[in-house]
T-cell receptor, first 116, second 115 residues
Framework: AQSVTQPDIHITVSEGASLELRCNYS??????LFWYVQSPGQGLQLLLK??????LVQGIKGFEAEFKRSQSSFNLRKPSVHWSDAAEYFC??????????????FGTGTRLTIIP | ETGVTQTPRHLVMGMTNKKSLKCEQH?????MYWYKQSAKKPLELMFV???????ENNSVPSRFSPECPNSSHLFLHLHTLQPEDSALYLC??????????????FGEGSWLTVV
């Protein structure tokens, strides 16, 4: 069964500093990989997704993520965070075709706090 | 504005009440979903509808009853809930249920408190 691990429950970063949020997955083949963001009181919004090709994926709001097959990781990065980036971030993994009960699986999320 | 609208945003209900959550999507999508979001737990997929037919029911208690009258509307009927059902309920939609690469668009959620 597929699974997603976000090892950091809460991260605090100074405004202007760089950010890396970790995501590790377990899946038998190369899955689809996603990062979603949830601002306070809001639903989830897609930041970026990886299907194939270039392992460095660019997303919205200046975020990028790198797929590393050898490490089964899909870490999210941003070179300089803004106060508005404070939110909860969810990594998700999905099979390349929907078979049986395999659907999109979300991690437990990483809460990002930005300090001045 | 994601194109998925949920009402009410907040709901407090007693364990003997009957209430409903409503979701409407304006994206022309064929698939609609209900997710449950509880603190410190991954998002739980509850129900999936594709072209108005239920295609997924992840062992959800019968006190939750979904309804999809058309491809734009989805309801979650609630009755005799338990305090542990208190959570954020997210509605979502995507173009096609079978294509797992589709982006899922989420509503802002309905905060449910069961007292």
């Amino acid at each position: 069964a597929q699974s997603v691990t976000q090892p950091d429950i809460h991260i605090t970063v100074s405004e202007g500093a760089s950010l890396e949020l970790r995501c590790n997955y377990s899946y038998g083949a190369t899955p689809y990989l996603f990062w979603y963001v949830q601002s306070p009181g809001q639903g989830l919004q897609l930041l970026l997704k990886y299907f194939s090709g270039d392992t460095l994926v660019q997303g919205i709001k200046g975020f990028e993520a790198e797929f590393k097959r050898s490490q089964s990781s899909f870490n999210l990065r941003k070179p300089s965070v803004h106060w508005s980036d404070a939110a909860e971030y969810f990594c998700a993994v999905g099979p390349r075709a929907s078979f049986g009960n395999e659907k999109l699986t979300f991690g437990t999320g990483t809460r990002l706090t930005i300090i001045p | 504005e994601t194109g998925v609208t949920q009402t009410p945003r907040h709901l407090v209900m007693g364990m003997t009440n009957k209430k409903s959550l409503k979701c409407e999507q304006h994206l022309g999508h064929n698939a609609m979903y209900w997710y449950k979001q509880s603190a410190k737990k991954p998002l739980e997929l509850m129900f999936v509808y594709s072209l108005e037919e239920r295609v997924e029911n992840n062992s959800v208690p019968s006190r939750f009853s979904p309804e999809c009258p058309n491809s734009s509307h989805l309801f979650l009927h609630l009755h005799t809930l338990q305090p542990e059902d208190s959570a954020l309920y997210l509605c979502a939609s995507s173009q096609d249920f079978a294509d797992t690469g589709n982006t899922i668009y989420f509503g802002e959620g309905s905060w449910l408190t069961v007292v």
